[in-house]
């Protein structure tokens, strides 16, 4: 009996606070698959750390017994300078030096990183009034584009996805459920092809040392705005057309990012993503919803009050007009 009376007293406590069950549900899966990733991203990359780190340190000690005018101090300084200047995007080897990190197309290309937040590292500021700029800019510059991207996203949407969706359910009487399923993994399938595999296949020839399936890495860690930064196009040996194809490699990112957004847009319309998403909601404070209320009365009561005043105002002006005749004088007189 008291387990029965427990259960019972259980279920509407459960039901009562049943977002904050799944929220804290959700926030506990969340660390967990922190902690899962951090676990098999150091299983699957510290041996291969530690074995570069053992190949240097030969390499290293190779290289002095082979020098031996030259101090161990000597070249760790110069080692020091040499990844100083490795970590602004200079490099120290003859087969580079002909890449400029600041030229016109190379500046664009890092700008567009910066304000889609991508990011990659390989080239950064080096004065303190660039640091200062780019400060400035990133914090006007990164609402803007938010901006931006929020304004061309929804023109976007309507013609790719609202408009196609109502077509096919009004014109040819499909589910409008089925139909949104349907266009969702159509164009998913569409912005995986132009965006991914293709853009993949062309890296993967235009930089002699990537494979394919690092070309579809750096493709997906930019238009994911991940931006690590250990593929960057455009800066190997002796890159022919750099400046044209540092441009058309911005033009990609930002059309990419895009296009990554309209997709998503459609998928968070689709009606099971939106009953799954309304589990971590909360509901709404009541008293809000008591204001819109008002807010929608006074409104609806004001838009009533000037229809009637114009329906007024078109009765007297459709109106025909009459004279007022002059009233009649009684002079007391009577016929002369």
């Given at each position: 009996m008291l387990q029965s009376l427990?259960?019972?007293?259980?279920?509407p406590l459960v039901e009562r606070h049943r977002s904050a069950w799944f929220f804290g549900f959700l926030v506990v899966g969340y660390v967990l698959y922190l902690v899962f990733g951090a676990v098999v991203f150091s299983s699957v990359e510290l041996p291969n750390e530690d074995l570069l780190r053992q190949d240097l340190s030969k390499a290293k000690r190779r290289f002095l017994d082979e020098h031996e005018c030259l101090t161990e101090e000597r070249l760790e300084q110069f080692l020091t300078r040499?990844?100083?200047?490795?970590?602004?995007?200079?490099?120290?080897?003859?087969?580079?030096?002909?890449?400029?990190?600041?030229?016109?197309?190379?500046?664009?290309?890092?700008?567009?990183?910066?304000?889609?937040?991508?990011?990659?590292?390989?080239?950064?500021?080096?004065?303190?009034?660039?640091k200062a700029f780019c400060l400035l800019y990133s914090i006007i510059g990164i609402p803007f584009t938010l901006l931006f991207l929020t304004a061309v996203v929804q023109r976007i949407t309507l013609y790719v996805t609202h408009k196609p969706v109502f077509y096919f359910h009004t014109r040819w009487g499909f589910s409008k459920h089925t139909v949104s399923l349907v266009h969702a993994f159509?164009?998913?399938?569409?912005?995986?092809?132009?965006?991914?595999?293709?853009?993949?296949?062309?890296?993967?020839?235009?930089?002699?040392?990537?494979?394919?399936?690092?070309?579809?890495?750096?493709?997906?860690?930019?238009?994911?705005?991940?931006?690590?930064?250990?593929?960057?196009?455009?800066?190997?040996?002796?890159?022919?057309?750099?400046?044209?194809?540092?441009?058309?490699?911005?033009?990609?990112?930002?059309?990419?990012?895009?296009?990554?957004?309209?997709?998503?847009?459609?998928?968070?319309?689709?009606?099971?993503?939106?009953?799954?998403r309304k589990l971590f909601y909360m509901k709404k404070f009541k008293g809000e919803d008591q204001l819109h209320i008002l807010e929608h009365d006074q409104l609806s009561f004001s838009s009533i009050s000037d229809q009637a005043a114009g329906l007024k105002e078109d009765q007297k002006q459709n109106e025909p007009f009459v004279a007022s005749r002059p009233p009649a004088h009684s002079d007391g007189s009577g016929n002369n």
């Open positions: 427990a259960s019972n007293s259980c279920v040499v990844l100083e200047a490795s970590s602004y995007g200079v490099s120290v080897l003859s087969n580079t030096s002909s890449n400029w990190n600041w030229d016109f197309t190379s500046a664009l290309f890092f700008a567009s990183t910066v304000l889609s937040t991508t990011g990659y590292g390989h080239a950064v500021p080096l004065s303190d009034g660039g159509t164009l998913g399938f569409i912005t995986m092809s132009f965006f991914f595999f293709i853009p993949a296949a062309v890296f993967s020839f235009l930089e002699s040392d990537w494979n394919f399936l690092e070309s579809f890495y750096f493709c997906f860690i930019s238009l994911s705005t991940i931006g690590l930064g250990d593929y960057v196009p455009g800066e190997g040996d002796n890159q022919r057309f750099r400046s044209i194809y540092k441009l058309g490699i911005t033009c990609y990112l930002i059309l990419g990012l895009i296009a990554m957004l309209v997709v998503l847009e459609t998928f968070c319309e689709l009606r099971e993503l939106k009953k799954f």
